[in-house]
């Protein structure tokens, strides 16, 4: 039997397939001519290309010894690559904290070390931080929470208050020191 | 006369940069910046380009020239970070202190390992010095070299700083390839800048700007090499002694000098190439150095040159690398990729004009990385015990983290959800071919220079009246064609092949 290198075929593949669906996609665009290139000219040409190597790295892998892939981490990528989504999908809905909360949750999964206890903590830890980074210090315009969570806001509000003062009056005294460093040096 | 007019130009755009660097938000963000970076590089398992695509939305809402000092800070930074590890616990946190490792760790066994730490410290500040300067000197010139660059000038110096991007990556030279096209066709999705027609958007208003740049690289880069993480997870057992007297003595003084000369001299100059940086001189300084060495036999035992030389080279190459960047619009690696985004985000065309339209931003940058590097020496020394016990924060507990803060970073770009599911859908990918054995840092120098490529090769062929012989009939365009065409041409030598197979086995 003929041996395969699984790798550089599937590689060589992929890429052929790429190539292949941009190709189909410039079916409905103008090519046009090398003087006037039309906004297919250049795409073609490089999915052409791409389609070039894909076949000669397909071509390649016949004959040469197969390798082993390794593991893949099925749970844990399909956790890690929900995340993002689940953010995309919530964010505008439920607001900052509970987007980012479903994030930590759902990825502290992906790991086969992670335990409950582990994964609530950092979903609060986390949550807490970013909301107070993101949204409060560098002023990212996204409610903490919203639609079904709005109400909450006037308690994270009141919870904050003391927070921000004093946060605020720490910045102020550095903005103090600075300038009265910068009077000393004369800068 | 001519050298002291331009040695008073000099001194006068060196100024300017020193007061922009010197204002508190840019020092602030600098020093956020290194810090953020050398935390980045003691931890394993996040890169700097990763991170500088994390942090990048962060950055919009600041001065264009603190945003890029800030970027900067973390890249440099990284360098330090990564060797920090790579001496106490064998452990390269940055695949450009893989090298250090070797010798680092030998002398750390030996119980040197502050005289080690303190020679990466004082090389890397002093390759960081030199670059500094060299920067200064020589992008001016470059800069009104590239003001003379038609539109086939810039497409032949993109070509060539693709192939040079495929020849330096690693494993197979056709992967890299179809890499680097896969990387412009995505760049090429959304509207036609001519006609105006629609690309590849496949229906979905939100493509019509294109893939989002940032969403593109925390998926290929972020989400991918956190994947890979979750393939083998280990503990890390850290045991360090406790690091007792940090300074080298008077032999090793000694010995490091020339190793450090010689460490910067070829980091400066592999830095600018385009496909170069940080890794590629850390690699070719080691080599050197244990060639010329009358005492070969002493590496990976512990010499100090070995320290030196791959520390001073890395730091230098780091920051030579943005001179295509700052003078041309041309990245030389994927963090330069990701600068030139954040300039085009915040409104400025990168290229030759960068220096005449914003000169407190081009020099301001320059003159940070001086300040940066100074802060890096006076922080890194004193903080070593910190960075070595945030390296007992498991991964379990970080990951989840840098997941999150991707999201909220990718989002705040367009306060669009569409972005995120290409995060999901650029991490499947990149994971996929990573696990094919493709490199992602061609593909995403191909993905922002797709556009531009495509922009002046259209332009050049307008102007010739579609007669394609002006790529050759042009002196520079043809020269660096030339150039493009041999490099690809000797990576595709067997012997050179071989080598090549050899120096990035060592990285692995």
């Known amino acids: ?187 | 006369m001519d050298i002291l007019a331009t040695g008073q130009e000099l001194i006068a755009n060196l100024g300017l940069g020193f007061s922009t660097a010197a204002l508190p938000i840019n020092l602030g963000f600098c020093f956020v910046g290194v810090l953020l970076g050398t935390l980045i590089g003691v931890l394993p398992g996040i890169g700097p380009t990763a991170t500088i695509a994390m942090l990048l939305p962060i950055t919009f809402n600041f001065e264009p020239a603190t945003s890029l000092i800030m970027l900067a800070g973390i890249y440099y930074g990284a360098q330090y970070g990564g060797s920090t590890t790579a001496i106490l616990i064998n452990l390269p946190g940055e695949s450009s202190s893989a090298v250090t490792a070797i010798d680092g760790y030998q002398m750390a066994k030996q119980g040197r390992a502050g005289p080690a730490l303190a020679t990466a410290a004082l090389g890397s500040f002093f390759a960081g010095s030199v670059a500094t300067v060299l920067i200064a000197l020589f992008a001016p010139p470059l800069t009104e070299v590239a003001l003379k660059f038609g539109p086939a000038e810039y497409f032949s110096l993109m070509m060539l700083g693709l192939v040079a991007s495929v020849a330096l990556a690693s494993g197979s030279v056709l992967k890299a390839l179809a890499m680097v096209v896969l990387g412009l066709l995505l760049g090429l999705v959304g509207s036609d800048v001519n006609t105006g027609a629609q690309r590849f958007t496949m229906g979905f208003l939100e493509l019509a700007d294109g893939l989002n740049f940032v969403a593109v690289a925390v998926g290929v880069f972020g989400i991918a090499e956190i994947l890979r993480n979750l393939e083998n997870e280990t503990d890390r057992e850290v045991m360090v002694k406790k690091v007792t007297n940090l300074w080298p003595s008077k032999e090793d003084f000694k010995a490091m000098v020339a190793p450090v000369l010689r460490g910067t001299a070829l980091g400066s100059v592999l830095g600018i190439l385009p496909g170069g940086g940080a890794v590629l001189s850390s690699f070719a300084a080691y080599t050197v150095e244990k060639r010329i060495s009358k005492t070969p036999e002493r590496f990976g035992k512990g010499a100090i040159e070995g320290v030196a030389a791959p520390e001073s080279a890395n730091n230098a190459g780091a920051q030579t690398s943005f001179i295509p960047m700052l003078t041309l619009g041309i990245p030389a690696n994927p963090v330069m990729a990701l600068m030139i985004g954040a300039m085009i985000i915040q409104g400025i065309q990168p290229g030759p004009n960068v220096a005449s339209e914003k000169p407190e931003l081009f020099w301001g940058l320059i003159a940070s990385m001086w300040v940066g590097n100074l802060m890096l020496v006076l922080l890194n020394l004193p903080l070593i015990g910190l960075w070595v016990r945030l390296l007992t924060v498991p991964y379990t507990m970080l990951f989840p983290a840098i997941l999150a803060f991707c999201a909220i970073g990718v989002y705040s770009v367009n306060s669009n959800a569409f972005d995120l599911f290409a995060v999901a859908a650029f991490g499947l990918l990149g994971y996929v071919l990573v696990k094919l054995e493709c490199e992602p840092a061609p593909l995403l120098l191909g993905f922002v220079l797709g556009p531009m490529l495509e922009e002046n090769l259209r332009r050049a062929m307008t102007i010739s009246r579609g007669d394609p012989s002006v790529f050759v009939t042009r002196p520079l365009s043809a020269t660096l064609l030339v150039l493009a065409v041999l490099v690809l041409v000797v990576t595709f030598l067997p012997s050179v092949r071989a080598k090549r197979d050899e120096v990035f086995q060592e990285d692995a």
Do not use: H
């Open chain 1, 1 to 187: 039997m003929m041996q395969v290198n699984t790798r550089d075929a599937a590689a060589g593949g992929i890429f052929i397939a790429i190539a292949a669906a941009f190709a189909l996609g410039t079916m409905d665009l103008t090519i046009g001519t090398a003087l006037r290139m039309g906004p297919g000219y250049f795409p073609l040409l490089l999915a052409g290309v791409l389609g070039l190597l894909g076949v000669i790295i397909l071509l390649k892998s016949f004959g040469r010894p197969s390798v082993e892939i390794g593991t893949v981490p099925w749970r844990g990528a399909a956790l890690i690559l929900i995340s993002p989504i689940v953010f995309g999908l919530t964010i505008r809905w439920l607001g900052l904290a509970p987007s980012v909360a479903l994030v930590v949750a759902i990825s502290a999964f992906a790991s086969r070390r992670s335990t409950v206890k582990l994964a609530v903590a950092l979903t609060l830890a986390l949550t807490l931080f970013c909301v107070i980074v993101f949204q409060r210090w560098l002023g990212l315009p996204i409610p903490v929470f919203n639609g079904p969570f709005a109400p909450l806001n006037p308690y994270f509000d009141m919870a904050y208050a003391p927070f921000g003062a004093a946060f605020s009056a720490i910045g102020s005294a550095l903005a103090g020191v600075v300038a009265a460093l910068r009077g000393l040096f004369g800068a």
